[in-house]
């Protein structure tokens, strides 16, 4: 069956990025697209949780949270603390509630991370592009959580992607193109059909998007993880620490037998060492 049938759960996966796309010495090692797993009949609830807490701590809804700036004391003054004319306790506080409401509305997290040092160590120059590369991955999670409940459908939204790549092709057509030929062809490593992912993404800006914000929390929060702890990954032994802010949303990802979270809920690509797993419960 085709992704445009009607029976059957509606879901929609909302994804930004962090870290750089490209290559080069001063980008970041890592690049992440992560993001959020909301069933479409209970994202207006879901929004209207995070637009409630927004107004009850930060005094209106309008406000984008952004979990780089919320951290970092210089943008806390400058975009929140400041303007809004709230303690840093309040802003704390809103945060807080907002890390609580991952895993609820029956949502579930995903994420796909490329490891651009053993990209080039594995594939040389014939390395695939980290953005094109950590894109597809996070489809086939996506896809196969799809799967596996039996949901019908499988929408997207994207955090509107600024900018163009060094062969000045813009970001939001490369992701179309992309998106049509994993639909058309399906994922040329593993053979995945992409039969229940919608035929377009759309665009949207985070500011406007209550539920975009907290996928920018997943995106950031798992690059910190693997800046932080990224060669246990392949080469470490049980279990794995967490990034603070990373622990508190680990819970959410998708798992596989025994809650296993490597392959299921976060891809790391390439895999140096496919031997050790990881789980949500026992981090061994």
Same mark, same amino acid.
């Given at each position: 069956? !085709? @992704?445009?049938? +009607?029976?059957?759960?509606?879901? !929609?996966?909302?994804?930004?990025? +962090? ?6 010495? #001063?980008?970041?090692? $890592? ?9 479409? +009949? ?33 943008? !806390? ?16 506080? @809103? ?14 997290? *995903? ?20 953005? @094109? ?13 799809? #799967? ?37 062809? %399906? ?18 800006? +985070? ?10 929390? *997943?995106? $950031? ?43 299921? %809920? ?19």
């Amino acid at each position: 069956m !085709r @992704a445009d049938r +009607s029976d059957g759960a509606r879901y !929609r996966l909302y994804i930004d990025d +962090s870290g750089e796309k490209e290559w080069g010495e #001063r980008a970041s090692r $890592y690049f992440v697209y992560a993001g959020i797993i909301v069933p479409i +009949s209970l994202e207006a609830a879901l929004t209207e949780k995070v637009r409630e807490l927004k107004t009850r701590h930060l005094g209106r809804d309008d406000v984008e949270l952004k979990c780089n700036w919320v951290r970092h004391p210089k943008e !806390r003054e400058k975009r929140y603390l400041a303007p809004l004319a709230i303690t840093p306790e309040q802003l704390d506080a @809103a945060v807080d509630e907002l890390y609580g409401l991952f895993g609820t509305h029956e949502t579930k997290l *995903v994420a796909a991370v490329i490891d651009k040092v053993h990209m080039r160590e594995s594939y040389g120059e014939r390395a695939w592009h980290p953005s @094109a590369t950590a894109y597809q991955f996070l489809l086939q999670r996506y896809q196969l959580f799809l #799967r596996r409940i039996g949901a019908a459908v499988g929408e997207i939204t994207i955090d509107n992607m600024t900018g163009a790549s060094r062969a000045s092709n813009q970001w939001r057509d490369l992701i179309r193109d992309q998106h049509r030929t994993l639909l058309r062809d %399906g994922c040329r490593l593993t053979k995945i059909r992409f039969t229940h992912v919608t035929k377009s993404p759309r665009f949207g800006d +985070s500011a406007k998007f209550h539920l975009l914000q907290m996928a920018d929390f *997943v995106a $950031y929060n798992c690059l910190r993880q693997f800046r932080d702890h990224g060669t246990v990954w392949d080469d470490g032994v049980p279990p794995l620490p967490l990034y603070p802010a990373f622990q508190r949303i680990a819970q959410h990802f998708v798992s596989g037998p025994n809650r296993r979270l490597d392959g299921f %809920g976060i891809v790391k690509f390439p895999r140096k060492n496919p031997t050790i797993r990881w789980y949500l419960v026992r981090n061994e």
